[in-house]
């Protein structure tokens, strides 16, 4: 083995005990590994438990069964190499977009005075120099998003985890935070575990897309390499003859799937 | 509306509501006063006591302790409420067994404890002061509680993913959201400061405004009356005006309704 595995599921379940004792299973015998610098997205359909695996392998959640190994280490309690970056605007509201970059250092018990040129730093590379004293009501979504990538990349993890992270943008805007993604990490090349429900996007970005079945009990049911040549551009990569030919190839697995959850959603509606 | 057009018409109100007092009690409508003046006086009556107590001085002391009663309940209140709220959100056991009891003061009225805390300390400031804390712990406590127990579960999965110990996750997350929450009911906290220490000595005291309304009332001076109530009334405002300036400064990371921020 020359590279390490970043993050390693093996066989990993997880599941939920309904408010009636129910047991409900999410995801089943989920096996997934991420090569240090490898770019992984997992789509599939709403549902299907892949923000679900992103917070078995950040341990926010505790698999029901199976293994969580990070840098082939078991995980035990929160994983402290990982940074990320939630759906939702998870930045604190009370600090300004400067102090809610540099609260990742000062976590650490790096001293104000230090940590705050280093946020204005990262700042400026994501773009948003000028608003360092803006509150986070002050910023539009897109804003939030790039302020919220730099509070996670100003503590330097070795994997990122990513839910859906340009979920709420706009078309435009998730292209250009998409580029902004790939630039970064084109210095560094952590690990990327990148969820998303957007196929394209996913074939844009990742180096390898992972398909999950509709849920409950969902599996991993396709592996993707994905051989576009780097470093891309997302506006640009869609054109290429190559990722309309891959995407024509996965959208024929992930179709049925979408259908599958989709019919499943609309009649648990009815049941109920 | 401009803000000149604005001010003018609120004037405009206390104007003609203030005419319409002073006419009808002075001059006879078809042989008849509406408004007796032993029951209703006359706001140039109520002016002038209020000029004399302020160019007497008289009212500065007792204008003085009304303040510093209503402060300390608010302090005290205020402290007691943020730990306690803070205690109870953390500690659901704890929440658990007290809320019955938690439920059952707080549906008391208040005013049934002043005669008790007249009797346990007596009647200077202090009896004042426990019955403007009692009403602003409940306050203050209900509100931190409910802020810290509603901290968004993503804000909170944030800080611990970034490395947040517990002590920081305290400092950084619930315990700004719990003051913002204390903030928004900055203005009733402090109102009722001045209501139980205000009540506290109309009941029984030996100064304050309380004191002053209720000595011009045990000699049927309604003009004494009303100048007390008028002057207290100006107090509220300028202690809100000074809530508002603090709120303002200390809350400047929320959005506000009307645009402001």
């Known amino acids: ?272 | 509306m401009s803000r000149v057009t604005l001010l003018a018409l609120q004037v405009l109100v206390a104007v003609v509501c203030l005419a319409l007092w002073q006419l009808l009690s002075t001059v006879p409508v078809f042989g008849k006063i509406l408004l007796p003046p032993f029951f209703f006086s006359n706001p140039v009556d109520v002016f002038s006591q209020i000029v004399k107590w302020f160019s007497s001085g008289v009212i500065w002391k007792h204008l003085g302790i009304t303040l510093v009663e209503s402060l300390l309940a608010f302090v005290i209140g205020s402290a007691g409420g943020v730990l306690v709220g803070f205690w109870f959100a953390r500690q659901p056991l704890v929440a658990a067994v007290f809320d019955p009891y938690v439920k059952m003061v707080n549906a008391l009225p208040r005013v049934v404890l002043a005669p008790i805390f007249a009797l346990w300390l007596g009647l200077g400031i202090w009896s004042k002061v426990a019955l403007g804390v009692t009403l602003v712990f409940f306050i203050v406590f209900f509100n931190v509680y409910q802020g810290v127990k509603e901290v968004s579960r993503t804000v909170l999965d944030n800080g611990r993913m970034l490395g947040m110990s517990e002590r920081q996750l305290m400092r950084h997350v619930y315990w700004p959201s719990a003051l913002s929450w204390m903030f928004s009911s900055l203005h009733t906290s402090v109102g009722f400061a001045v209501v139980g220490a205000v009540v506290g000595e109309y009941l029984g005291s030996a100064a304050g405004l309380g004191y002053l309304i209720q000595q011009a009332e045990g000699i049927f001076d309604v003009a004494g009356v009303f100048a007390g109530m008028f002057v207290l009334s100006a107090f509220v405002i300028l202690i809100d005006f000074g809530v508002t300036l603090v709120e303002r400064r200390l809350l400047v990371w929320r959005p506000t309704v009307d645009g402001r921020g």
């Not at chain 1, 083995?1 to 993050?7: H, I, L, R, Y």
């Open chain 1, 1 to 272: 083995m020359t590279t390490p595995t970043a993050v390693a599921l093996e066989d990993a379940k997880v599941a939920f005990r309904l408010g009636d004792g129910r047991v409900y299973t999410a995801v089943e015998k989920a096996h997934l590994a991420v090569a240090q610098g490898e770019f992984v997205a997992i789509v599939g359909p709403t549902g299907c438990g892949k923000s679900t695996l992103l917070n078995v392998a950040a341990g926010l959640l505790k698999p029901a069964a199976g293994t969580v190994k990070i840098f082939d280490r078991p995980l035990a309690g929160l994983n402290r190499d990982a940074g990320y970056l939630f759906q939702a605007d998870a930045l604190f509201p009370w600090k300004s977009a400067l102090d809610n970059v540099a609260i990742g250092l000062e976590i650490k018990g790096a001293p104000r005075a230090e940590a705050l040129p280093r946020a204005l730093k990262w700042l400026t590379s994501v773009g948003l120099g000028a608003f360092a004293n803006r509150y986070p009501h002050m910023l539009s979504g897109g804003q939030r998003k790039r302020v919220a990538l730099a509070q996670v990349l100003i503590r330097d993890p070795k994997i990122l985890l990513m839910d859906e992270p340009f979920g709420p943008l706009d078309a435009q805007t998730r292209q250009v935070m998409g580029n902004l993604l790939l630039d970064l990490w084109n210095a560094d090349r952590k690990a990327v575990l990148f969820v998303t429900h957007d196929l394209e996007e996913a074939i844009a970005l990742a180096d390898r897309v992972v398909i999950m079945s509709a849920g409950p009990s969902s599996r991993i049911i396709g592996n993707w390499r994905v051989m576009l040549p780097r470093p891309r551009d997302i506006f640009e990569v869609r054109l290429d003859k190559e990722f309309h030919a891959l995407h024509r190839e996965i959208w024929s697995v992930l179709k049925d799937e979408v259908m599958k959850g989709y019919a499943q959603s609309t009649q648990a509606a009815e049941a109920v």
